[in-house]
């Protein structure tokens, strides 16, 4: 995961970093944790992640679909971290730490989902891809997919960065 291929070329995120971001995301920012939000890959433009069906995600308990609000949230979740990572590469000459630190200003300023399917999967699979990251904003686009791959719902943001 810490070699990726950026689109000025490959970018080296250090172990430390990684580590540091992956307890951000998964383990302080408490709503992530709730929705068992994971990541798996991390790329200089982009990043996945993964959220493990529960019963407490079920928004139609008679079809046992997960709750829109929690692809929602797990969306726009990911388009943030895939703006951090972009950040990160952007910055890679500074220390893993200082990197760090430049994520306090970052807030989603738009978000659109248009859900295609119901979601119902042992798991979904979300993906963002940064489209573009300015000096003040960046946009990103999003995916969710069922465990088997089928596309679920599909997302859009702006992330103000500065």
Not at 55 to 75: C, D, M, Q, T, Y
Not at 109 to 135: C, F, K, N
Request: glycine share 10%; with cysteine; net charge neutral.
């Amino acid at each position: 995961m810490s070699k990726q291929q950026g689109a000025t070329g490959t970018v080296d995120f250090e172990p430390e970093f990684i580590a540091a971001l992956k307890e951000i995301f998964e383990e302080k920012i408490v709503f992530n944790r709730v929705l068992g939000l994971k990541i798996v890959t991390l790329a200089a433009t982009g990043a996945t992640g993964r959220i493990a069906m529960k019963p407490e995600l079920v928004g139609h308990f008679s079809h046992n679909r997960v709750h829109g609000g929690v692809i929602s949230a797990g969306l726009d979740a990911m388009g943030g971290l895939a703006v951090m990572a972009a950040i990160g590469a952007r910055h890679i000459d500074e220390p893993p730490l200082q990197r760090l630190q430049r994520f306090a200003k970052l807030g989603t300023i738009d978000l659109r989902v248009d859900y295609l399917r119901p979601a119902v999967s042992e798991h979904l699979e979300l993906q963002a891809e940064v489209l573009r990251l300015g000096s003040r904003v960046a946009s990103v686009r999003m995916e969710c997919r069922s465990a088997s791959g089928e596309l679920l719902s599909t997302g859009a943001a702006a992330y103000i960065i500065s």
